[in-house]
């Protein structure tokens, strides 16, 4: 087992931004719950307390035994995670004069402490929170302060207990990751030693073990995440690996056929299974975007499942599960509240008797992809924009129709040919076209025509959790709206989408 963090969760929105800076040090971590940690273990180097959106001086505030972690191990308490140490060493924690959001300087660095070691006076620093620290214990040491906050960071004199009011790990902490690296690396002593190639050869060698000679069935969807799974396991069992890609006839133009062929150059024991008919029938008529998503869920597991039992003796089923699945599936207030479907973490009917083996469980999206780039997988697969599970059913407003499916095919595959040709396509996270249930009156040629408006949508992002729209050149733009009005019938209007995410959602279903 590697060395590693533990971050407990006090329900921070941050809470996996910290994870991501910890794992950029190649230093491995692990989140929990406040209320849900494991026991300590001896690959357990050190602790970091997470913010909250609580305050300390709440009658039912989130808490733990902290007699558990201080003076044994060396522990970061950020925002929340400060105040709790402070206010549970009976220090004072008081509401803030004014709500402190938004940027900060540090000022009286104590450059000494290693926790300080090569920041700079002025470093700007990002605050959020309600409550302040306005009086510590006689053992506590200040190490920062700014101009509306006396103890910015602190240190408690007889152990390496530290705590900070501000956020390291949003990038508006200028020197946040030297902060942090201090921390993992100088006091923790961690050896930077977690990388893509130490986590392949880890994983195929425990999977090696705990799958032995059995038959995996995964399906595959020619994105991510089931590829650099696939890739893992074919590694580690070989032809043992049975997997299956259903065309549900909601793909991209001619994807099942391009999908299936970049399978057979990577030497995976890949099925191509032919469903449309299926999928088709299932949404006929619904129009409820969770309709759609939980019908499309259904027929995919009929499928798999019949596809699964015709390979006999199966053991396992493997999925292309990631952290922030299994972060979301154990956060501190459960779940959080459907906003739209998603597989579940595990989550298998009764009937599917089958053992599930998850190789990414651990890893973050922008991992996979370096774990991608170790087993020589395609740019072509790893640089892929995510799409959705249930495909261009969610792209499609209102019900779902073999012709709908074509016309948005043939706009898609316009809009991401050009910004492949035009290089834009890996300046951008995400991409696609929507179908509208809207008619406008346009002109083509002499005639007065009625036809579909589409909308054209393509943000940046770093994992999907915000986005803002693409500012994708005006000409640029002009040339897809002409190209799709002049070779798509039924298409006489375009529109770009300039929504960002929040208040919109990437997908328009």
Not at 176 to 197: A, P, Y
Not at 212 to 236: C, Q, R, T, Y
Not at 293 to 305: H, L, N, P, Q
Not at 353 to 381: C, M, N, Q, S, Y
């Amino acid at each position: 087992m590697p060395e590693k963090i533990l971050i407990l969760d006090f329900g921070s929105q941050y809470t996996q931004l910290i994870a991501r800076r910890v794992r950029e040090l190649n230093v491995y971590c692990e989140i929990y719950p406040y209320n849900n940690v494991p026991a300590l273990t001896d690959e357990v180097k050190g602790v970091i307390l997470s913010g909250s959106p609580c305050s300390v001086r709440d009658a039912e505030h989130p808490t733990i035994d902290l007699a558990q972690y201080l003076g044994k191990l060396p522990v970061l308490g950020v925002c929340y995670g400060a105040q709790l140490i402070a206010h549970e060493s009976n220090g004072e924690v008081t509401p803030s004069t004014i709500r402190e959001y938004g940027r900060a300087r540090l000022s009286e660095l104590h450059t000494a402490n290693r926790l300080m070691k090569e920041l700079t006076p002025g470093s700007v620093v990002w605050m959020s929170h309600g409550d302040t620290i306005k009086e510590v214990p006689d053992n506590f040491e200040i190490l920062a302060s700014t101009d509306t906050v006396r103890v910015a960071a602190y240190k408690l004199r007889d152990q390496e207990t530290y705590g900070i009011q501000f956020h390291p790990e949003v990038t508006h902490s200028d020197e946040g990751k030297t902060l942090l690296r201090n921390f993992v690396v100088h006091i923790c002593r961690c050896m930077q030693d977690w990388t893509s190639e130490q986590f392949v050869d880890a994983t195929v060698a425990e999977l090696k073990q705990q799958l032995g000679n059995d038959k995996v069935v995964l399906g595959l969807s020619g994105g991510v995440d089931s590829s650099v799974a696939a890739m893992l396991i074919h590694h580690a069992i070989g032809k043992n690996l049975y997997c299956i890609f259903v065309d549900n006839g909601l793909l991209r133009k001619d994807e099942f056929a391009n999908v299936l062929d970049s399978y057979k150059h990577m030497g995976l024991n890949v099925k191509g299974v032919d469903a449309k008919s299926k999928f088709y029938d299932a949404l006929a008529g619904l129009t409820d975007p969770e309709a759609k998503r939980k019908a499309i869920g259904r027929v995919f597991i009929e499928v798999f499942d019949e596809e699964a039992h015709k390979i006999e003796d199966v053991k396992w089923l493997a999925q292309g599960t990631i952290y922030p699945d299994v972060i979301e599936s154990l956060s501190v207030k459960g779940p959080s509240a459907t906003i739209k479907s998603h597989h579940n973490v595990g989550g298998l009917p009764d009937f599917m008797k089958l053992k599930v083996v998850e190789p990414l469980k651990t890893l973050f999206k922008d991992e996979v992809r370096l774990v991608g780039k170790t087993l020589h997988i395609d740019d072509a697969i790893l640089g892929r924009h995510p799409f959705p599970g249930p495909g261009l059913a969610i792209r499609i407003l209102g019900d779902i129709t073999p012709e709908k499916v074509q016309i948005l095919q043939q706009v898609d595959h316009i809009f991401i040919s050009n910004l492949k040709k035009s290089g834009l396509y890996d300046e951008v996270w995400q991409a696609g076209a929507i179908l509208t249930p809207v008619q406008s009156v346009g002109v083509m040629g002499d005639e007065r025509t009625y036809e579909n408006v589409v909308a054209l949508r393509a943000v940046t992002s770093i994992d999907g959790m915000t986005a803002d729209w693409s500012r994708l050149p005006y000409e640029f733009l002009a040339d897809v709206s002409n190209e799709i009005i002049n070779k798509v019938k039924g298409v006489n209007r375009v529109v770009y989408d300039i929504s960002s995410k929040p208040p919109a959602t990437i997908e328009w279903e």
